[in-house]
């Protein structure tokens, strides 16, 4: 089993900056890619980033440009650094770490951390 931790979501205006963190613990491979989703209300969950356990990244194009995606290695956090906000970045942020193994994909999920953008 994987845990994941979220912390540093919160309210700020529009033009302002968040940084949101993830901390995995547990079970975690050597292999794997670790992410931010996030779920706006009334709306599906989409991909915002990820990030490979060798250091590849992607991003969704409504970020780019805006937002950076980091992970260390040595504390198995990744974080998420959010500028230029925009009141459509409002929504509940998750984290989501995967890894396989024997072919099959675990997907793991932290509880969620509010994002509000105001006008």
């Known amino acids: 089993q994987v845990q994941l931790v979220e912390s540093g979501g919160g309210l700020v205006q529009a033009g302002g900056s968040l940084r949101l963190s993830c901390a995995a613990s547990?079970?975690?491979?050597?292999?794997?890619?670790m992410g931010w989703y996030r779920q706006a209300p009334g709306k599906q969950r989409e991909l915002v980033a990820g990030v490979t356990s060798d250091g590849m990244t992607n991003y969704a194009d409504f970020v780019k440009g805006r937002f950076t995606i980091s992970r260390d290695a040595a504390k198995s956090t990744v974080y998420l650094q959010m500028n230029s906000l925009k009141p459509e970045d409002t929504g509940v942020y998750y984290c989501?770490?995967?890894?396989?193994?024997?072919?099959?994909?675990?997907?793991?999920w932290g509880q969620g951390t509010q994002v509000t953008v105001s006008f």
């Open positions: 547990g079970s975690i491979r050597s292999i794997n890619t």
């Open positions: 989501n770490l995967y890894q396989r193994s024997q072919l099959r994909r675990y997907d793991y």
